[in-house]
Each structure stands twice: as structure tokens, then as C-alpha cells.
């Protein structure tokens, strides 16, 4: 898998961000909801929330992804053709790098299915960590 291109960096920054905020944002949660047993308004909010953003998150994503396949596919088709008629004029290592177009259109749709997931936990990171 081409491990070093710029898709995969993007993909791979974005994890470890997540990785390392979500914990820190669901302790302030907890914590907010923990402390607050006398504001059933705030704890109400701060839920609603915590569930409108997650839904919005996967119909974001949902839809980055379609739209992605759906690019992927036709990149890949040029490509396809492109290494056939290569094929057929006597280039029979045509498709020696079509592994790696797949790879890197597969990290494109992997990078769309959670960049709205990366960005509702950055912008929790910085409501909650005020």
C-alpha cells in the first residue's frame, strides 16, 4: 500500500488526532454531565448534542463516501483503459502500478468516510477545553 502519499498522511494525522482527542473530550462530558446534577438543562443539551452531531457526522459521511466511490470508479476505469490499450500495443507491464491506483483511491475513500468525524472532534475539542 503506498503508506507515504499524501492521502494517506491526511488520513493518517487525522486518526491519531482522533485517537488522542476523543478520550479527552468524553472525560469532559462525563465530568460536565457528573457535575452539573442540579441542571438537568445543561446535562439535556449537552445529550441532544452529543447525538445531533453524531448523526450529522454518519450522513456526512455517508454521502463523502458515495460520492468518492463513485469518482474512484471512474478514475480507476480510465486507468484500467488506459493500461489495456497499453496492453494490447506490446506494454505487458501495463498494469504492473494498478495495485497502487487502487490503494490510493481506497485511502481517498477511507479519508472522506471520517474527515467529518475528525472535524465534529475538533470542534468539540475546543468547545469543551475552553
Known amino acids: ?20 482527542a476523543v478520550p479527552q473530550i468524553m ?10 446534577p442540579m441542571n438537568p438543562t445543561l446535562q439535556q443539551k449537552e445529550i441532544f448534542t452529543m447525538v445531533e452531531e453524531k448523526q450529522k457526522a454518519f450522513v ?7 460520492l468518492q466511490i463513485m469518482s474512484s470508479q471512474s478514475v480507476l476505469l480510465n486507468k484500467w483503459m488506459s493500461s489495456y ?10 498494469f504492473n502500478s ?10 481517498k475513500i477511507l ?12 470542534v468539540n475539542q475546543k468547545r469543551l477545553n475552553r
Open 1 to 20: 500500500m503506498l503508506m507515504n502519499s499524501v492521502s494517506a498522511v491526511n488520513l493518517q494525522k487525522k486518526t491519531m488526532m482522533m485517537c488522542a
Open 27 to 36: 472525560a469532559s462530558r462525563f465530568w460536565m454531565l457528573a457535575t452539573s
Open 60 to 66: 456526512d459521511s455517508i454521502s463523502d463516501i458515495n
Open 85 to 94: 490499450q497499453r496492453f494490447m500495443l506490446g506494454h505487458y507491464h501495463a
Open 98 to 107: 494498478f495495485e497502487n491506483d487502487i490503494d490510493e483511491e481506497t485511502i
Open 111 to 122: 479519508d472522506k468516510g471520517i474527515s467529518p468525524y475528525a472535524a465534529t472532534v475538533k
